[in-house]
């Protein structure tokens, strides 16, 4: 596929997998060579929309914490000891202090990245993952629970060195460099730490 600068290249998102299976040492082109959901893709798409190819698109993804500490609002804090606990935990966490085998981190990484992909775009091929995302109930992200991550952003970087290429869903689309993934982890009434740049900004506009 050749590259132009001034055509915008649209992409139906029709499948989100995970390049690696279970049996690890299978790398992604490997693993493509007998996955059925793909074949069944292929074949259909053939068969319904000739004029159109079907690609693969592979994603590396690398983990950014980003850490915020409100010392005022006392709302869910338990005690002194368990909040310094869970304080250290998430410090080492950020510093990058492996809290669990680097390959189970790894693991829990590409779990959630790839169930908020799926959640966001929801695929006509996927069948799981597509409207029960983000839950404390599943144990292939649980790291981010046990931490209490507020939230989770994906970043699609595609966008960055192709600014005119879009994927896109009936359900969603991700059509600029700034347009991200995200989704909160935790469904009460805790505010997100980011909304502290909202009401700053607030602020600054009555005065």
């Known amino acids: 596929m050749l590259y132009e600068k001034d055509v915008t290249y649209e992409f139906d998102v029709l499948y989100v997998g995970q390049a690696q299976g279970r049996e690890k040492n299978r790398g992604a082109l490997e693993r493509l060579e007998s996955h059925k959901t793909l074949q069944k893709i292929v074949i259909e798409c053939l068969s319904t929309t000739p004029n159109k190819r079907t690609y693969i698109l592979l994603f590396e993804f690398q ?31 950020v510093i990058g202090i492996n809290l669990c085998p680097p390959e189970n981190r790894m693991r829990q990484i590409v779990n959630i990245t790839e169930a908020a992909i799926i959640c966001y775009f929801k695929p006509i091929y996927n069948k799981m993952l597509v409207d029960n995302f983000p839950s404390s109930r599943h144990t292939s992200y649980k790291r981010y629970y046990d931490l209490e991550y507020n939230m989770v952003t994906i970043e699609l970087s595609i966008n960055n060195d192709y600014p005119n290429f879009v994927l896109k869903t009936d359900t969603n689309i991700i059509d600029s460099p700034w347009k991200f993934i ?26």
Do not use: W
């Open 63 to 93: 983990e950014y914490n980003v850490l915020l500490m409100n010392g005022i609002d006392k709302i869910f804090q338990v005690d002194e000891r368990i909040d310094k606990e869970h304080f250290d935990s998430l410090v080492e966490e």
């Open 182 to 207: 995200e989704f909160e982890l935790y469904k009460d009434d805790r505010p997100s730490m980011l909304d502290i740049f909202n009401r700053s900004n607030n602020t600054i506009k009555e005065e």
